[in-house]
């Protein structure tokens, strides 16, 4: 029986320019893959965005695996910055180059390749399941969450989801990734009085406020670490008034946060907290300051155990390494999939990911697919 080559696959996907929010052939080509291998597909459209469900064997099975992953790519950026065509797929010394290539369509690729060969050659008892969105790398609105909501109105169940986004930072297998910080954005919007810059006693300044409001906010320890995650990280992403007057005092200015926070808070304690911090600076200045906050992903936690041991084990034994269980990092659709099941990450170095001339070390995406290989043998077989 022939073997599905994850290498060529990967080729293939890299082709489809699948720039979010277009679909770009990619879910195309693997829907006809996996009905080729028995696998009942559904697309799931919402908002505009295309999601692809799979699954292999009995709904409903008590021991069903998933695998979760995005079609979807970043922007190019400037094309005439690239050295290699974006959507080529071209291989040299050893690396694909491509816009997906690393980040995702290699570790898709690698688990599509590994379930349809697994279910071709020894059909487990129980159940294989991959959800595939379209809208990781954008508002992450109508992606993986449309793919969990579905699931759950037709009765769709996974057991455990392995997440194949990159993991590793330099080396093949060192690291997964057993939980994701937070992030919340919150924007700031300080309201004074405008006036002549010679007669300030006559105006309300916004900006010594705004001045001491983000310094307040990025002087403060939100912690110091707890035992799965690093310390919690504020940082001032922009501030940005607009005045090109040196005679007048501005009635606005805005800013904004970025906040990336471990398993000490939650995004609402950290909401309350920005908006009693700017309550206290506008008694302070007679200012009004409105506050827009949006948490992107809470912060969350698979604790080390059965699913993290039955990953660890399979890279170990593929490459030799054996990898840490992290928590760092952005965010990325496990804070959807804990809600639904034990979720980890496992992928690949992940080094080059939305950069220009992004590519992707072609004997790692052969070792992928044998590390997804692995982890569905011993799965099934435990």
Same mark, same amino acid.
């Given at each position: 029986?022939?073997?599905?080559?994850?290498?060529?696959?990967?080729?293939?996907?890299?082709?489809?320019?699948?720039?979010?929010?277009? #679909?770009?052939?990619?879910?195309?080509?693997?829907?006809?893959?996996?009905?080729?291998?028995?696998?009942?597909?559904?697309?799931?459209?919402?908002?505009?965005?295309?999601?692809?469900?799979?699954?292999?064997?009995?709904?409903?099975?008590?021991?069903?695996?998933?695998?979760?992953?995005?079609?979807?790519?970043?922007?190019?950026?400037?094309?005439?910055?690239?050295?290699?065509?974006?959507?080529?797929?071209?291989?040299?010394?050893?690396?694909?180059?491509?816009?997906?290539?690393?980040?995702? *369509?290699?570790?898709?690729?690698?688990?599509?390749?590994?379930?349809?060969?697994?279910?071709?050659?020894?059909?487990?008892?129980?159940?294989?399941?991959?959800?595939?969105?379209?809208? #990781?790398?954008?508002?992450?609105?109508?992606?993986?969450?449309?793919?969990?909501?579905?699931?759950?109105?037709?009765?769709?169940?996974?057991?455990?989801?392995?997440?194949?986004?990159?993991?590793?930072?330099?080396?093949?297998?060192?690291?997964?990734?057993?939980?994701?910080?937070?992030?919340?954005?919150?924007?700031?919007?300080?309201?004074? *009085?405008?006036?002549?810059?010679?007669?300030?006693?006559?105006?309300?300044?916004?900006?010594?406020?705004?001045?001491?409001?983000?310094?307040?906010?990025?002087?403060?320890?939100?912690?110091?670490?707890?035992?799965?995650?690093?310390?919690?990280?504020?940082?001032?992403?922009?501030?940005?008034?607009?005045?090109?007057?040196?005679?007048?005092?501005?009635?606005?200015?805005?800013?904004?946060?970025?906040?990336?926070?471990?398993?000490?808070?939650?995004?609402?304690?950290?909401?309350?907290?920005?908006?009693? #911090?700017?309550? *206290?600076?506008? #008694?302070?200045?007679?200012?009004?300051?409105?506050?827009?906050? *949006?948490?992107?992903?809470?912060?969350?936690?698979?604790?080390?155990?059965?699913?993290?041991?039955?990953?660890?084990?399979?890279?170990?034994?593929?490459?030799?390494?054996?990898?840490?269980?992290?928590?760092?990092?952005?965010?990325?659709?496990?804070?959807?999939?804990?809600?639904?099941?034990?979720?980890?990450?496992?992928?690949?170095?992940?080094?080059?990911?939305?950069?220009?001339?992004?590519?992707?070390?072609?004997?790692?995406?052969?070792?992928?697919?044998?590390?997804?290989?692995?982890?569905?043998?011993?799965?099934?077989?435990?």
């Amino acid at each position: 029986m022939s073997q599905t080559d994850p290498v060529d696959l990967t080729a293939a996907l890299v082709r489809c320019p699948s720039i979010t929010p277009e #679909e770009g052939g990619a879910q195309v080509l693997l829907q006809t893959l996996l009905e080729g291998a028995g696998f009942d597909c559904t697309r799931v459209e919402r908002g505009g965005i295309s999601n692809l469900f799979a699954r292999w064997g009995d709904r409903g099975h008590p021991r069903t695996f998933g695998f979760n992953g995005h079609t979807d790519v970043v922007p190019l950026g400037n094309p005439d910055d690239w050295t290699m065509p974006p959507f080529g797929a071209e291989t040299k010394d050893g690396f694909m180059y491509g816009r997906g290539s690393t980040d995702m *369509k290699s570790g898709v690729a690698a688990f599509a390749a590994a379930a349809v060969d697994f279910v071709r050659g020894t059909p487990p008892d129980g159940a294989i399941i991959l959800i595939l969105t379209g809208d #990781e790398e954008g508002d992450a609105v109508d992606g993986t969450t449309a793919l969990l909501d579905w699931m759950q109105t037709k009765g769709e169940q996974m057991s455990v989801c392995l997440v194949g986004e990159p993991t590793s930072p330099n080396h093949m297998g060192e690291m997964i990734k057993i939980g994701r910080r937070g992030s919340l954005n919150a924007w700031f919007t300080v309201t004074g *009085k405008q006036g002549h810059s010679a007669y300030p006693h006559r105006a309300v300044n916004p900006l010594p406020a705004m001045a001491r409001l983000m310094d307040i906010l990025s002087s403060h320890e939100l912690d110091q670490g707890t035992e799965h995650f690093d310390a919690s990280t504020l940082a001032v992403v922009t501030i940005n008034t607009g005045n090109g007057a040196t005679n007048v005092i501005p009635a606005q200015t805005r800013a904004c946060v970025n906040i990336r926070f471990n398993d000490a808070h939650t995004g609402a304690q950290l909401s309350n907290w920005l908006r009693a #911090e700017a309550a *206290k600076v506008d #008694e302070a200045f007679g200012t009004k300051t409105d506050v827009i906050v *949006k948490v992107s992903g809470e912060s969350f936690l698979t604790p080390p155990g059965p699913l993290s041991d039955l990953v660890a084990n399979a890279v170990q034994a593929e490459t030799g390494v054996t990898p840490v269980l992290s928590t760092t990092g952005g965010t990325s659709d496990a804070r959807f999939v804990k809600d639904h099941c034990p979720v980890v990450e496992c992928g690949l170095v992940g080094k080059t990911m939305h950069e220009v001339d992004e590519h992707v070390s072609v004997e790692q995406i052969v070792q992928l697919k044998a590390i997804y290989t692995r982890i569905l043998k011993d799965y099934f077989e435990t």
